[in-house]
């Protein structure tokens, strides 16, 4: 069996730099990793990552909790953790939770038992003594708890909600009903506040009449829309995410309320096909490769020994479109 001292002799370098390039590409210059890769092939040697694992007490592995692997929201933020992961010599689990906590903590035992090495967690469905800290080098990215012990990566919730209601405040509305989604998530809790922040900030009292609950998903928008339609008379909606705006869009179509003639609708997140509903739909956009990146390198200085920052905040943009118009006189 070819050894590592057969494929340094091959390329022409050190074991040294054979290992370094195997392990920690980054470390090494495109010229001599190339090197070593085509030794490797030419020499068919097969490192037995197992025992290496096993004498270092890690498994190049992290997880990725989501809370719904369905909802198309997490796609970017995993594929942005998984390029900082590959990067780094690091595989990527990804593990559906399916918003239940003992799933969640099924996934987390896996680094107590050593299968990976560090976790990062975009759901805050996690167990109550986690909320007190964790010897598990994680991070918390998207969700989260305020004065979470845990580093976090995030969005400023409340203020980016104030930027939606304050664009339809400064067209013209007032009567601006709001889709929420489960009230006992702490985004959706900066959400509202930062809605109730835009309306009172022009003084117009915040009317518990106008907000109806959702789970994020397309059925629940289209649910909601439908039952805040019956008792509360509106000229605009914000949404707490886009796929919960779509299917309010997709109500008001069947009721003959026209999109944004009779009705301005804002959403959240600027999932792939905000752009492409008819109308293109008006939203905050989270940069959510951005945040996972951000949330992986994060991870990675942890695991490395460093010291991470404790609150990470990444920008929001509102992308105005064509979803939103003057209230008629």
């Known amino acids: 069996m070819p050894t590592i001292k057969d494929v340094a002799k091959l390329a022409g370098v050190s074991t040294a730099t054979v290992s370094r390039a195997m392990m920690n590409p980054e470390k090494v210059s495109e010229k001599t990793r190339l090197k070593v890769e085509l030794a490797v092939a030419e020499s068919g040697f097969s490192p037995n990552v197992i025992a290496r694992n096993l004498r270092r007490s ?66 805050a469905e996690l167990p109550m ?52 989604g489960p009230m006992e998530n702490p985004i959706c809790v900066d959400r509202k506040a930062g809605y109730q922040d835009g309306l009172q900030q022009v003084n117009i009292e915040s009317d518990e009449a106008a907000f109806e609950d959702g789970d994020f998903s397309f059925q629940s928008g289209y649910s909601a829309f439908m039952r805040l339609h019956q008792h509360y008379a509106m000229t605009a909606l914000f949404c707490f995410n886009d796929m919960m705006a779509l299917g309010a869009m997709k109500a008001a179509t069947q009721l003959g309320i026209k999109v944004p003639q009779d009705l301005s609708i804002v959403g959240f997140d600027d999932l792939l096909f905000a752009e492409y509903t008819n109308p293109e739909l008006t939203t905050i956009r989270q940069p959510q490769e951005d945040i996972g990146k951000t949330a992986a390198n994060t991870l990675m200085k942890i695991l490395q020994g460093g010291k991470a920052n404790q609150d990470t905040i990444v920008p929001t943009q509102l992308l105005v479109r064509a979803s939103c118009t003057s209230p008629k006189k």
């Open 58 to 123: 890690e498994s190049k592995t992290i997880v990725v909790i989501v809370p719904d692997i369905a909802n198309m929201f997490f796609a970017s933020i995993v594929r942005g953790i998984q390029q900082v992961a590959l990067n780094n010599g690091y595989k990527v689990l990804l593990g559906d939770s399916i918003h239940t906590v003992a799933q969640a903590k099924a996934y987390m035992d896996l680094v107590r038992s050593k299968q990976a090495d560090g976790i990062i967690s975009l759901t």
């Open 129 to 180: 003594e986690i909320r007190q800290g964790t010897e598990i080098p994680m991070v918390m990215a998207c969700e989260y708890f305020p004065g979470f012990p845990i580093p976090t990566v995030r969005i400023d919730n409340r203020g980016s909600a104030k930027r939606a209601v304050d664009y339809l405040l400064d067209i013209g509305h007032s009567r601006i009903g709001c889709i929420t």
